[in-house]
């Protein structure tokens, strides 16, 4: 998981490293995001608690896409 992210840049980033160890593994076919917004307990989603978006909706769609 790792600390939180500072802002919308660096979010994007480790988004697109995660997505990128996952998609570069032939013994993987697809993936899924099981937690759209962080708790209390978990910083990870894509919305924060407040359940606004990390990143703006189209990065995220780059980083996803890898585009």
């Not at 593994?25 to 697809?30: A, L, M, Q, V, Y």
């Not at 990390?54 to 780059?62: G, M, Q, V, W």
């Given at each position: 998981?790792?600390?939180?992210?500072?802002?919308?840049?660096?979010?994007?980033?480790?988004?697109?490293?995660?997505?990128?160890?996952?998609?570069?593994?032939?013994?993987?076919?697809?993936?899924?995001v099981t937690?759209?917004?962080?708790?209390?307990?978990?910083i990870n989603?894509?919305?924060?608690?407040?359940?606004?978006?990390?990143?703006?909706?189209?990065?995220?769609?780059?980083?996803?896409?890898?585009?």
């Amino acid at each position: 998981y790792g600390d939180k992210v500072v802002d919308e840049s660096a979010f994007t980033e480790r988004l697109k490293g995660l997505i990128k160890a996952v998609v570069g593994r032939h013994e993987i076919s697809g993936f899924c995001v099981t937690q759209l917004t962080d708790t209390y307990q978990e910083i990870n989603g894509l919305y924060d608690f407040d359940r606004e978006l990390k990143a703006d909706a189209e990065e995220i769609r780059r980083a996803i896409l890898q585009k």
